[in-house]
């Protein structure tokens, strides 16, 4: 009897968007976990994640740039990378900053990355959804950027806190690492600008 091998299927670049979303969300994780724990391993694992999601962007780019014909708009495609890209560098940029400026992750910091997290699992719902279900994504990209709004008020209740105290350098320590948790939320709003940009062209 002969066995005959059958050929991997391709990845298509929904499956490579879906692959950087997944690397986005264990950055996050992880970031969340550094926030909690204080473990220095898990700060490496960020890092490390984001060599991952770099790679994985990569792949994408080298695809697409070998691609004639694209199932979304070219442009479309390369923003939405670049935006998932950009989440999992604001990842590893904020562990950069709480070990250079020597900062202990506070409870507020904590609910922010946790707040992120859910961000990216929706995310995540958002873009593995826009080949086959459309309204699925539509109203995951909808509640994200409601997110977005969630994560802004709880930084500034987090500044709020921090600027009673009379300490200034460790005022401008994390007011840096607020700064960059803000700007991440941000950026997952305009990734979802991206995805319903792509769902009404579709």
């Known amino acids: 009897m002969k066995f005959r091998l059958k050929n991997k299927p391709r990845e298509t670049f929904y499956d490579m968007l ?20 204080h473990d ?24 697409l740039n070998k691609t004639f014909i694209t199932p979304i708009d070219r442009e479309d495609l390369f923003k939405l990378s ?18 250079f400026f020597g900062v202990v992750p506070d409870q507020e910091m904590v609910d922010v990355t946790a707040a992120l997290l859910d961000m990216t699992e929706h995310i995540i719902l958002a873009v593995s959804n826009m080949e086959h279900h459309e309204a699925i994504a539509r109203d995951e990209a909808i509640y ?7 994560v802004g008020d709880m930084t500034i209740k987090a500044l709020a806190t921090l600027f009673e105290c009379d300490d200034h ?34």
């Open 169 to 202: 350098r460790k005022i401008f320590k994390y007011r840096e690492i607020y700064r960059h948790l803000n700007q991440t939320a941000d950026i997952g709003d305009e990734a979802m600008d991206c995805v319903l940009k792509v769902l009404v062209k579709m």
């Open 82 to 99: 670049s935006k998932l890209d950009e989440i999992l560098d604001y990842a590893k940029t904020s562990v950069d900053e709480i070990r």
């Open 40 to 63: 220095e391993k898990i700060a490496d694992a960020v890092i490390k994640t984001e060599d991952e999601g770099d790679m994985a962007r990569r792949v994408l780019i080298d695809e």
């Open 144 to 150: 994200v950027k409601g997110m977005e709004n969630k």
């Open 18 to 37: 879906i692959a950087q979303a997944n690397y986005m969300m264990k950055g996050m994780r992880l970031l969340n976990e550094y926030c909690i724990t």
